[in-house]
């Protein structure tokens, strides 16, 4: 059972240049979500999908856009890629966003832009 | 909106020593709290959450937790660590965004084992 599954797991960009993160999960799970992780500041959620068809933004949005392919697929695209964008980026899914609910994380995305 | 403080960003522990990482959150109404463990260069995993019912939870790797309504607490222990235990622990608590709940994170405490 692969769980979270990211790609790439790491990657270099130019500033200004674009990338989509993809992120799948197996688990049919309803709910996705994309968070970034910087040092000594934690998870920050920057979208999340709380069922197929529907997204909403988190905590960190701007400078980013994101896609719920189907129920398996959440993707993350940077349109003009910022060193500021520079973090490790995770990919997670639950259940469904409810307050008991286990979140399961991919492996993560080492993104640096330069 | 909730927001958790982890008051270490690093403890330092010899190996087979206790150690306790310490969780705080800000608000007293009813919460769901969680302890997440990231081992290097992975994703992060459930280590134990308390959702409700008895305020000492047992999680994986010899984990607990004790949740202190009044101290509005929720901190990690483990009575002998292990070089294994090596990893960043993540605390978080659910609160409601939207109309869905989410997870509000610490920024992370590093256990370093000492041999």
């Known amino acids: 059972n692969a769980g979270v599954t990211q790609t790439p797991k790491f990657q270099v960009l130019k500033t200004g240049q674009s990338m989509t993160l993809q992120c799948a999960q197996d688990m049919n799970h309803n709910s996705m979500y994309w968070y970034r992780q910087d040092p000594g500041m934690g998870l920050r959620l920057i979208y999340y999908?709380?069922?197929?068809?529907?997204?909403d933004k988190g905590e960190v949005p701007n400078g980013y856009n994101v896609s719920r392919l189907n129920k398996r697929e959440f993707s993350l695209r940077l349109e003009s890629a910022a060193p500021s964008q520079t973090s490790v980026y995770f990919c997670a899914s639950s259940i469904r966003g409810n307050m008991n609910t286990e979140a399961f994380f991919g492996q993560g995305t080492r993104l640096t832009v330069v | 909106a909730q927001s958790v403080t982890q008051l270490d960003s690093q403890v330092p522990v010899f190996e087979e020593a206790p150690v306790e990482l310490r969780c705080n959150y800000s608000?007293?109404?009813?919460?769901?709290l969680f302890w997440y463990v990231q081992y290097p260069n992975q994703g992060l995993q459930l280590l134990l959450k308390y959702l409700s019912g008895s305020t000492l939870v047992k999680g994986i790797n010899g984990f607990e937790a004790e949740f202190n309504k009044s101290q509005t607490s929720f901190h990690l222990r483990k009575p002998s660590v292990h070089i294994s235990d090596t990893a960043e622990y993540f605390c978080?608590?659910?609160?409601?965004?939207?109309?869905?709940?989410?997870?509000?994170w610490g920024a992370g405490t590093k256990l370093i084992i000492k041999p």
């Open positions: 999908s709380a069922s197929e068809g529907t997204t």
């Open positions: 608000s007293s109404v009813s919460v769901y």
């Open positions: 978080a608590v659910s609160d409601l965004l939207g109309s869905n709940y989410q997870l509000i």
